[in-house]
């Protein structure tokens, strides 16, 4: 038995086994290896077993999504016989005497380089799909298939950082627990965790090697402890914590279908954040009043190319359909920073936090955002649609997103497509868009502030920096001087504030948020009732 002390991120408590997830730097090293010959055979063979999942994967997507998507498949079966690439690392293995999934690794990060650094733009996606070919190719080789994302059983996921790309691409009904060496609670790793209701750990000083897939183990997402290989005695006390656990729940059931009212007769909104589809489910269990955050971006996440206007239509659509009447928010992507996309092709950037992110990729690149948007106003006419743009910081970017939304509406009604006008608000996650908040009130239906980015911008604390999590204080009188601000300027000209940053949840401050006038907390949907229970109190 063994324990270990980290972050809670989300205080649950999870018994099960152990999925060990390494990521690629850790899994290639270089070696020096005596018979080159040897590997150079383990390449061949690699090469052959990954045809046949790219053909098995071919077969299967042709079924379920049709002959064109599937072609992605033959592609890369194409690309595995490609002779430049086999034979640049047949070179390596030769000349430097280094392992097979070091020689596939690196020359996959050459070509892949040299396809992003190409002027066609189609040239340039194709980088992804090399990084792709050739990190199954280095699980082919090193015969580490298993350690992929898709495990069997409901399972302890242990790592030494997630991304969003990764954490999104898992299926969550197997998911019992997360635990990381690395990870800042502010990154979205740790929001998707508090979003799907999983306990989770991060900055646990494991060393992974000595950590097992298969392995039992208990997490503590209360105490902030793991223990592998638990006797008796702590798997019995976490049981008896999960059954009070529930019970706990079960009480705050009872307020479901109440009203989110003070004692003194203030209403204020809850709505439920998302990230996908899957996740209207706890928004509905939850009893959440809408949706006031579906971070749009994840639909791009995890995956080798952009989604169509009609994937993400069909997505919004099913998304509004099943919330009704219900109020959804829909926030246009914010793919950048923590949130990579390869095939978006972003370049590596000193500063990704404050750099090509958001609202900004729409404006630069205004056919990304022109899909959405269609799929967005295509979306209107089935259920109570609102559409929010992430990182404003000025009257002149909201200007400008409305005659690319203009164009768009042209086009629909030469096309004959019905839409109706949704309301449009903005996020209020920069300082700069604090300070002009008066001016772009008269401009928009709705603020909803983003704590996390805004507490970020103004306290200058990267939120993916681990270090800096005891500096990161959202409750510093200037963030909340900000919030107040921000919810004055909104009703000085009629409109609604909101926030749907992780500070909407904090139960310390919701008096001070009814306090200061705000009109709706977005929050993880199974926050929902803990805050109705909270604002019920509020005299
Ligand atoms: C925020 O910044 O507070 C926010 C809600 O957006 P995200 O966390 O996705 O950046
Ligand atoms: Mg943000």
New binding site residues.
Partial sequence: MVKFYGKPVYKGIAVGPVVVLKNEDQKVKRRKVDRPEEEVAKVEQGVKTAQEQLQALYEKAVVEVGEASAAIFEVHQMMLEDEDYLDAIYNMIRAEQVNAEYAVAVTGDNFSEMFAGMDDDYMKARSADVKDISNRLVQCVSGNQDAGLNFKEPSIIVADDLSPSETVQMDKKKILAFVTVHGSANSHTSILARMMNIPALIGVPLDLDKIQSGMKAVVDGVQGEVVFEPNEFVCEEAERKIKKEQEKLQLLQELRGKENVTLSGRQVNVFANIGGIGDVGYALENDAGGVGLFRSEFLYLGRDNFPSEEEQFQAYRQVLQTMGEKKVIIRTL?IGADKQVDYFNLGKEDNPAMGYR?IRICLKQPDIFKTQLRALFRATVYGNLSIMY??ITSTEEVEKIYAIVEEVKEELRKEQITFKDPEQGI?I?TPAAVMVSDKLAQMVDFFSV?T???TQYTLAIDRQNEKLDDFYNPHHEAILAMIQMITDNAHKHGKWAGIC?ELGADLELTETFVKMGIDELSVSPSMVLPLRKRIREIS
Avoid: C, F, Q
């Fill in positions: 914010d958001a992430p990182m996020m996650e983003g996390n980015d805004l940053g």
